[in-house]
T-cell receptor
Framework: KNEVEQSPQNLTAQEGEFITINCSYS?????LHWLQQHPGGGIVSLFM???GKKKHGRLIATINIQEKHSSLHITASHPRDSAVYIC????????FGTGTSLTVIP | NAGVTQTPKFQVLKTGQSMTLQCAQD?????MYWYRQDPGMGLRLIYY???????DKGEVPNGYNVSRLNKREFSLRLESAAPSQTSVYFC???????????FGQGTRLTVV
């Protein structure tokens, strides 16, 4: 069973496009995380959310606790945004989605 | 500001060999975790330690052992490596499970 589901699994976009990645979860949580993993690299935390919306530069994360759903938006996408984006939630433990592989083409 | 440091970054083992993956964090975190990442499966918890001196099994503990040596260090041992243990391993730490997790750079392990 997958406590965290992400969509899409793969995404290709042209530079400058607006991108949305979705995450749904089925467990009770205290917080939701969006993580970024570059090819061959480590994992870094982009956001931790427990309600509402957060914005860092061109990245925006929202969460709807009632619907158990979160979205990660990237405005004016750039090739350097190419990475795997992972949704994770704090339930009894951390649960992770399988990731969305994003490629931004110049 | 090192954060979470994992060693080694790459390792190739023969079936049946043993090895220990080392992890250290300098953020005074109580909780530490070991995950494996396989294609199409996301991160899966192997073992975790909620505090110094305690360890608990995660989703996929078979074939692994851990030691929480002190608050800073949490090691993962493969006693007899198997090809099914070929994976990328990540160590992580957090203040507690309600807080942000910080990840090491990963160890790419191949068992032949």
């Amino acid at each position: 069973k997958n406590e965290v589901e992400q969509s899409p699994q793969n995404l290709t976009a042209q530079e400058g496009e607006f991108i949305t990645i979705n995450c749904s979860y089925s467990v009770g949580i205290s917080a939701l995380h969006w993580l970024q993993q570059h090819p061959g690299g480590g994992i870094v935390s982009l956001f931790m959310l427990s309600s509402g919306k957060k914005k860092h530069g061109r990245l925006i994360a929202t969460i709807n606790i009632q619907e158990k759903h979160s979205s990660l938006h990237i405005t004016a996408s750039h090739p350097r945004d190419s990475a795997v984006y992972i949704c994770a939630v704090n339930g009894n433990q951390f649960y992770f989605g399988t990731g969305t592989s994003l490629t931004v083409i110049p | 500001n090192a954060g979470v440091t994992q060693t080694p970054k790459f390792q190739v083992l023969k079936t049946g060999q043993s090895m220990t993956l080392q992890c250290a964090q300098d953020m005074n975190h109580n909780s530490m975790y070991w995950y494996r990442q396989d294609p199409g499966m996301g991160l899966r918890l192997i073992y975790y330690s909620a505090s110094e001196g305690t360890t608990d099994k995660g989703e996929v503990p078979n074939g692994y052992n851990v030691s929480r040596l002190n608050k800073r260090e949490f090691s993962l041992r493969l006693e007899s490596a198997a090809p099914s243990q070929t994976s990328v391993y990540f160590c992580a730490s957090s203040g507690d499970r309600r807080r942000e997790a910080f990840f090491g750079q990963g160890t790419r392990l191949t068992v032949v």
